[in-house]
């Protein structure tokens, strides 16, 4: 990308020489934001197979706790207005307990499904951190969970981090990937929308925000 962004420029230049037409720095600029958009687009979903088909599991429309072990509820957001990006998982076990809240929150505007491969590679990276060997992750991005199930190579920075998240999936154990709808992914959901204003990574366990506590209640209810 940065090659392109030189290109412009060179483009730019050679107005002037050969054609002594100028270019403001604002048209320049607009011109390489329009070509960013462009290649990000081609990283995104245009650039993504249609790849396989759901499985048993998937689709699940309320949060189920888990049969034993725990289940990581991650999702991301993206934050065009102010070009960032960032993500939130959920952590709780089979007795519905709130295990650990995390998120994240980067500078760039990607496209969405790269935000939620981003958000999924990080929530293997806290499991592979934490010594759980058996957990079930949620996510409601169906791009990236077919993308993961695939065999499929997808040549793009999308299909780089998939690759990484295949690996680590392969060198975990009893750890299970699922597609859920949005309405199983609400904590996630709002601890993502949160991200941009979180000062620490975590939300305290013993101090969540009440707006947080009543979809968890509501979780547990269902």
């Known amino acids: 990308m940065m090659i392109r962004g030189i290109k412009i420029i060179q483009e730019a230049r050679n107005d002037l020489i050969w054609q002594q037409r100028v270019r403001t720095?604002?048209?320049?600029?607009?011109?390489?934001?329009?070509?960013?958009n462009q290649f990000l687009k081609a990283q995104g979903r245009e650039n993504i197979p249609s790849l396989s088909p759901l499985k048993a599991g998937d689709d699940s429309e309320h949060w189920i706790k888990p049969v034993s072990g725990i289940k990581l509820n991650v999702d991301a957001?993206?934050?065009?207005?102010d070009s960032k990006h960032g993500?939130?998982?959920?952590?709780?076990?089979?007795?519905?307990?709130?295990?650990?809240?995390?998120?994240?929150?980067?500078?760039g505007k990607v496209p969405a499904e790269l935000a939620e491969i981003?958000?999924?590679?990080?929530?293997?990276?806290w499991l592979k951190c934490n010594?759980?060997?058996?957990?079930?992750?949620?996510?409601d991005s169906l791009v990236c969970v077919e993308a993961?199930?695939?065999?499929?190579?997808?040549?793009?920075?999308?299909?780089f981090i998939v690759d990484e998240c295949k690996n680590m999936l392969k060198s975990l154990s009893n750890v299970a990937l699922f597609f859920v709808k949005r309405s199983a992914n609400c904590t996630a959901h709002f601890v993502a929308r949160h991200s941009i204003s979180l000062a620490e990574r975590m939300f305290p366990i013993n101090s969540v925000p009440m707006d947080f506590m009543s979809i968890l209640m509501s979780d547990c209810s269902s």
């Open 131 to 139: 010594n759980y060997t058996q957990a079930v992750i949620e996510s």
């Open 77 to 81: 957001a993206t934050f065009d207005r």
């Open 87 to 107: 993500y939130g998982c959920v952590v709780r076990n089979s007795q519905r307990d709130l295990i650990s809240v995390f998120a994240g929150c980067y500078i």
């Open 25 to 36: 720095v604002r048209d320049v600029v607009v011109f390489a934001n329009s070509s960013l």
């Open 118 to 125: 981003m958000g999924i590679k990080e929530a293997l990276s």
């Open 148 to 159: 993961i199930r695939s065999a499929e190579i997808i040549a793009s920075g999308f299909g």
